[in-house]
């Protein structure tokens, strides 16, 4: 496949960040109006990094990162951070259950179907979890091919 | 489909933000104070109610492009949240409704629309 632009972004969510979680979502859509003219799918990706966001803000002991890259026509996103990590990842992925906070849940986070969302909206994604920390990657298709070329 | 116009023409609602483009409209109305659950189900047709009133409503609405956020129980944001809003086109409006009737008058309205 032809026509492969590689550009990336990349923020720092730092732990308890409430007040923000939703900026770097938006500063990734508007930075990718350019690079995608379908609201659908700019919608759809927005979904997934808020949720990914969120989940760094509510979970993390000393926050972690979020890296955005784009290529041909995907976005692919890496959510790393250093701790404490998922015990149990099926649990997790329960819609339901959730270990947020009670400050986070006030605020109307915690609902316990971020990753959920993540899953749903997004085309690929992969969890994995260490006592040391966890890394969540998924891409966000703007075409319907099935299967990775890189 | 409803105006902004024919909406706070029937129902007794305080519009928060000013330069509100009254003829902004909407087909659907989605009530949550879970973000992960409005996160999934509004979109730009959709009026979302909710009492949460910090700013991250606002970037799950524009997000979602969805233009109009109903507040109930008569609460409010902070102004630093309105102005947020205006910059953003997004309508805040609220009423003293608990979520339960805001949800069944809007309803009523909209079949009648």
């Known amino acids: 496949m032809g026509n492969v632009s590689v550009s990336e972004l990349r923020y720092i969510v730092g732990p308890s960040s409430y007040d923000s979680v939703g900026s770097k979502a938006m500063k990734v859509k508007k930075f990718l109006q350019d690079y ?51 015990p149990d990842i099926d649990k997790a992925l329960t819609p339901g259950f959730t270990t947020a906070p009670e400050m986070a849940r006030q605020l109307g986070f915690g609902g316990g179907v971020g990753l959920n969302n993540i899953k749903r909206f997004a085309d690929s994604f992969w969890l994995e979890s260490l006592k040391r920390g966890t890394t969540l990657v998924f891409e966000v298709w703007n075409d319907d091919s099935t299967q990775f070329d890189y | 489909m409803m105006t902004l116009r024919n909406l706070i023409t029937k129902l007794p609602f305080q519009v928060l933000t000013n330069k509100c483009n ?16 409005a996160l999934a189900s509004v979109n730009p047709e959709t009026a979302w109610i909710t009492v949460q009133v910090h700013q991250n409503i606002l970037g799950i609405a524009s997000i979602k492009q969805c233009p109009v956020v109903i507040f109930s129980e008569g609460a409010v944001p902070d102004d630093s949240v309105i102005s947020l809003a205006e910059e953003k086109d997004i309508f805040l409006l609220t009423s003293s409704y608990p979520t339960f009737e805001l949800s069944g008058l809007l309803y009523r309205l909209l079949k009648e629309e």
Request: charge should be negative; include cysteine.
């Open chain 1, 36 to 86: 995608f003219p379908s609201q659908d799918y700019l919608r759809r990706l927005g979904v997934c990094v808020f949720e990914a966001e969120a989940n760094l803000a509510i979970h993390t002991t000393s926050g972690g990162d979020l890296l955005i890259v784009i290529y041909n026509n995907r976005v692919k996103v890496v959510a790393q951070d250093t701790g404490p990590g998922i």
């Open chain 2, 22 to 37: 009254f003829d902004v409209s909407f087909q659907n109305v989605y009530a949550s104070d879970l973000l992960s659950n």
